[in-house]
């Protein structure tokens, strides 16, 4: 993770990028349907990579504490079988 701030009259800001690697991560994923499994199965995915980036906003308003956050998310398989592709049930 790498990440800067700032503080200012105004209000303080921060922005950061991360990326996460995962091994063996078991995802649910409900397009694996079958008769034994009517709402779908848990799936191994070998190698996973999580790369975003993250911005938020802070300042006071009329004695209030006024927070935004923006988050973007690139959750994609890594491994060998499936590379590219979106990691189910996650946020993008």
């Known amino acids: 993770e790498l990440g800067l701030r700032g503080s200012y009259g105004w209000g303080t800001w921060t922005l950061s990028a991360f990326q996460t ?3 063996d991560l078991i995802a649910y994923d409900a397009s ?3 008769a034994a ?3 779908g199965q848990p799936n ?3 190698q996973a990579r999580i790369r975003g980036v993250e911005a938020g906003y802070d300042t006071e308003l009329a ?3 006024v927070r935004s956050a923006l988050t973007w998310l690139q959750p994609q398989a890594d491994g ?3 590379n590219g592709n979106w990691l ?3 946020a993008r």
């Open 21 to 23: 690697r995962i091994d």
């Open 80 to 82: 060998e079988v499936n």
């Open 37 to 39: 499994h009517p709402f």
């Open 32 to 34: 694996l349907v079958d």
């Open 88 to 90: 189910p049930r996650r």
């Open 44 to 46: 191994n995915i070998d």
């Open 63 to 65: 004695g209030w504490t």
